[in-house]
Structure formats: C-alpha cells, structure tokens
C-alpha cells in the first residue's frame, strides 16, 4: 500500500505559476513510476505528466508540454509538478498517482491521492 497525499494548490492568475508536491509513504516509493492527473468540474479525469520511477523518461500531455515540469526525488519520497505560464484551461483538480506500469492512462496506476485544487483566473 502506498499513500500519497499533495499539496501547493491555490489560486493564481493567469501567466503565474506553482509548484506542487505529492509525499508519498507506505511501500518502496522508488519502486513507483509516478504521475499527475487532473479533473475539471464537469470533465473527465485526463493525464498531465508522469515519470518513470528512476526519473530517466518523463512524458507530457500535448496541452502541458513546455509550460508544465514533472520531478521527482526518491530520497525525500516525493513528486513534484512545477507549473508555469497557467491558463485559465489548467483550473482542475490535480490528483498525484504510483503505480508499476505508469505512462499516459489511468491503467497504468494503482494508487491515488485525495487531490488538490488549482484555480488560475483571468
């Protein structure tokens, strides 16, 4: 079992930026490919950017490429999403998530956070 749990959501303008980190404890997190998914009100849950356990691959979302960052830092037991040059369009609730498989669907993961909300305004 791993738990996740993340933080660094708030609201921001548009152009602005944050950082969000997702701490992860339970089994080996450095076992984990990782990822960060969002979910507007209304739509689907859809991927933004994951990361391959030893963070040697990372891949994007077509919407996210350029502007969104994904890290990680086995040691600290923890993921990171540095956001930057935000859109009105990035307003979602972002959800971390670990599993074995990772890459660019939900499939590929087994374990998921509670969420933290990012509002970015015009």
């Known amino acids: 079992q791993v738990q996740l749990v993340e933080s660094g959501g708030g609201l921001v303008q548009a152009g602005g930026s944050l950082r969000l980190s997702c701490a992860g404890s339970?089994?080996?997190?450095?076992?984990?490919?990782m990822g960060w998914f969002r979910q507007a009100t209304g739509k689907d849950r859809e991927f933004v950017a994951s990361?391959?356990?030893?963070?040697?691959?990372?891949y994007y979302a077509n919407s996210v490429k350029g502007r969104l960052t994904i890290s990680r830092d086995n040691a600290k037991n923890t993921i990171y999403l540095q956001m930057n040059s935000l859109k009105p369009e990035d307003t979602a609730v972002y959800y971390c998530?670990?599993?074995?498989?990772?890459?660019?669907?939900?499939?590929?993961?087994?374990?998921w956070g509670q969420g933290t909300q990012v509002s970015v305004s015009s």
């Open positions: 998530a670990a599993g074995p498989w990772g890459g660019m669907f939900s499939s590929g993961f087994d374990y």
């Open positions: 339970g089994r080996t997190f450095s076992n984990y490919a």
């Open positions: 990361i391959t356990w030893n963070g040697g691959t990372t």
